[in-house]
């Protein structure tokens, strides 16, 4: 049985099709917003990830291509501005690790703040790079090797 508050209140749950105009309304795109990230997806959760099929399984695909050019990180980033780092919650556009300022504030992030790679015995492995989003970077560009990463952000300060 529909409950007549949540069909007014989250139509895109109950129907292929939002009313006309619904996304216009910037209360109607944080609520959608806030319903797909926290209460169906966890995004504070470790390990999270969205992607353009979660907005498709929940009938939210229209308001990702409409609002944000079928960008999950641009509705991120309008949902938690600066909360998340582009790659962290989903795949990164297409060409976005062309950019060398992209591939070395991603690298610092991850030697820096998530894995402190200057305290004694820390061993980076392609583990932590796949567990923080960024093994496709691993791969394509440092062939795989967690030392051609090191040496591009900290040139011969680490032996392999």
Same mark, same amino acid.
């Given at each position: 049985?529909?409950?007549?508050?949540?069909?007014?209140?989250?139509?895109?749950?109950?129907?292929?099709?939002?009313?006309? $105009? *619904? /996304?216009?309304?910037?209360?109607?795109? #944080?609520?959608? %917003? +806030? !319903?797909?990230?926290? &209460?169906? =997806? @966890?995004?504070?959760?470790?390990?999270?990830?969205?992607?353009?099929?979660?907005?498709?399984?929940?009938?939210?695909?229209?308001?990702?291509?409409?609002?944000?050019?079928?960008?999950?990180?641009?509705?991120?980033?309008?949902?938690?501005?600066?909360?998340?780092?582009?790659?962290?919650?989903?795949?990164?556009?297409? $060409? *976005? /690790?062309?950019?060398?300022?992209?591939? #070395?504030?991603? %690298? +610092? !992030?991850?030697?820096? &703040?998530? =894995? @402190?790679?200057?305290?004694?015995?820390?061993?980076?492995?392609?583990?932590?790079?796949?567990?923080?989003?960024?093994?496709?970077?691993?791969?394509?560009?440092?062939?795989?090797?967690?030392?051609?990463?090191?040496?591009?952000?900290?040139?011969?300060?680490?032996?392999?």
């Amino acid at each position: 049985m529909y409950n007549i508050e949540t069909i007014y209140d989250k139509p895109w749950i109950h129907f292929d099709r939002v009313p006309r $105009g *619904y /996304w216009e309304d910037d209360n109607n795109v #944080r609520k959608a %917003l +806030k !319903w797909l990230f926290e &209460e169906k =997806l @966890d995004i504070f959760k470790e390990g999270t990830t969205i992607s353009i099929d979660d907005f498709k399984n929940n009938n939210l695909i229209g308001l990702l291509i409409g609002i944000f050019d079928g960008s999950p990180i641009k509705a991120i980033e309008y949902m938690y501005p600066g909360k998340f780092k582009p790659w962290e919650k989903c795949s990164t556009p297409k $060409g *976005y /690790w062309n950019n060398d300022d992209n591939i #070395r504030n991603a %690298l +610092k !992030w991850l030697f820096e &703040e998530k =894995l @402190d790679i200057f305290k004694d015995g820390t061993i980076i492995t392609t583990k932590d790079f796949k567990d923080n989003n960024l093994y496709g970077l691993l791969h394509n560009h440092f062939n795989g090797s967690t030392y051609e990463a090191i040496d591009y952000i900290y040139p011969d300060m680490f032996k392999p």
